[in-house]
C-alpha cells in the first residue's frame, strides 16, 4: 500500500476522522507460538490447541491480548499517512486499553484509526492521539479498543 503525505496543519483539520482500516491479517497458531516464545507466556490457553479445544470456554486456543495490541503497528503502517518533514515516529503509549473480545486462532482482524489529537510539544515534535480498534472477521464486538499516543519528530521548514 502507498503511503500517504501530509501536512501538521492538514492533520489538525481532520481531528475527529477517521484515518482508515488496515487490510486484514491472520491470527494463527503459528503466530500465537512465537509471540508465546518471545514473551515467555506460554499459557496453555494460548499454546496448546487440544487442551484449549477441551477445557477453554473458547473452544480454541486464543490469541494473546498483548498480541493483538502489537499487531497495531503493523496495520498503523497499512493506513497511517507520514507527515512532512517527518523524520521518526515513536510509540508515547496507550490509554483506555480495553481487550474485549478473545481472538481465536485462524481469526482475521484488522485495526481501523480515528485521529482524535494532534498537540505541538515543541518546534520539532507533536503529539499524536489516535482512536484505535481491532476488528475480528465476522464478529461484532472488537478485539480491543484503545488510544494511542504517538511522537512525531519532524524537521521545522
Known sequence: ?????????????????????????????QRI?????LTEDPQWIHTDPE??????????????GFLSLSMLSAMAMDVLPT????VMGINYGFDKV????PVREGSKIRGSFTLLEV?????Q???????VKVEIEGQE?????????????????
Open 125 to 131: 515534535e507533536w503529539q499524536l492521539r489516535h482512536g
Open 98 to 101: 480495553r481487550f474485549m473480545n
Open 141 to 157: 464486538k472488537p478485539a480491543l479498543m484503545a488510544q494511542w499516543l504517538s511522537l512525531a519528530v519532524v524537521v521545522p521548514s
Open 83 to 86: 507527515i512532512k518533514g517527518q
Open 33 to 37: 507460538d512465537g509471540f508465546a516464545e
Open 51 to 64: 487442551r484449549a479445544a477441551k477445557e477453554s470456554p473458547f473452544g480454541a486456543t486464543i490469541a494473546h
Open 1 to 29: 500500500m502507498s503511503k500517504q503525505q501530509t501536512t501538521l496543519e492538514e492533520l489538525q483539520a481532520n481531528i475527529g476522522k477517521s484515518v482508515g482500516t488496515s487490510q486484514w491479517r491472520t491470527v494463527d497458531q
Open 119 to 123: 498537540k505541538q510539544r515543541s518546534d
